[in-house]
């Protein structure tokens, strides 16, 4: 079996339907993240004069946690059909370490493409100052490439959540076809969303920027885009899930670290 081919529509698709079926599900389990992202948001724009990279690692902890519990527990319902009724006692252990180990993955994840966003926007200025170092120029390229191969690690969380090998994982699928679906997978899901976020993202930006906006648009607009972000993680996350499924030959992903 060729493990880097999946139906990227087709996973895309069954994605949407799967949110869509679990949707009051999914909705009780978003409200303490959404809102807990929403205050951060607020108080990012409020209490922070000068955002820097610093201060975008440090509200990204909590954030970054919030949305990790959110996948966490579309993922294990899609894969294991848990839901806070049915924990077994002698789960609540490895459903803890579970966690810990996508909690930790996702914050990894998200710092990478922080770190890697700073050094682009850091490579850009070099360049519109004049001719950039060489070894800038190197960093840049390679870092594009490694960004690139890495677009397969979009889905560790959910080998996390699902006590699935990483490694195994990886040596599974390796090749560029599946960075190159996984991309295309993100595009597809991503357009939808986007297409509704991009007039609140404006609004937003707009607000910000005149003086007499009133807080309380702000706050609305801030809560509209904070819902459509994790809109768009729970459709992606539940689509790689499909993903994950057909590359990894498996009815489900496999329960357990293989040996």
């Known amino acids: 079996m060729n493990t880097q081919r999946f139906d990227i529509l087709g996973c895309a698709l069954a994605g949407y339907r799967s949110v869509f079926a679990e949707r009051r599900y999914l909705l009780s389990a978003a409200l303490m993240p959404v809102g807990l992202t929403v205050f ?5 724009i409020y209490g922070i004069q000068k955002p820097s990279i610093m201060s975008e690692m440090l509200t990204m902890l909590p954030v970054g946690i919030a949305a990790a519990w959110f996948m966490f527990l579309q993922t294990r319902l899609m894969v294991f059909g848990e839901r806070p009724e049915n924990i077994a006692p002698e789960n609540i252990m490895p459903r803890r ?3 810990e180990a996508s909690a930790l993955l ?4 998200q710092m990478a493409g922080l770190g890697m966003l700073a050094f682009m926007m850091y490579w850009s200025r070099e ?3 004049g001719s950039p170092a060489a070894f800038v120029n190197i960093a840049g390229f390679m870092i ?3 960004s690139f191969w890495g677009l397969r ?4 969380h959910i080998l996390g959540a699902i006590g699935y090998s990483i490694r195994g994982y990886i040596f599974k699928v390796n090749g560029v076809m599946v960075s190159v679906r996984m991309f295309a997978l993100l595009m597809i899901v991503l357009l939808p969303v986007a297409i509704a976020a991009g007039p609140v993202e404006e609004s937003l930006i707009t607000a910000l920027k005149a003086e007499s906006a009133p807080a309380l648009q702000i706050a609305g607009l801030t809560v509209l885009r904070v819902i459509l972000n994790f809109m768009l993680l729970a459709f992606f996350n539940a689509a790689a899930v499909f993903a994950l499924r ?3 030959g498996q009815g489900k992903p496999q329960r357990g670290i293989p040996a």
């Open 106 to 109: 996702w914050l990894l994840l």
């Open 246 to 248: 057909q590359m990894l």
């Open 153 to 156: 690690l979009l889905v560790v």
């Open 97 to 99: 370490r579970a966690f």
């Open 144 to 146: 594009i490439g490694a």
């Open 40 to 44: 951060i948001e607020i108080l990012k």
């Open 127 to 129: 360049m519109q100052s």
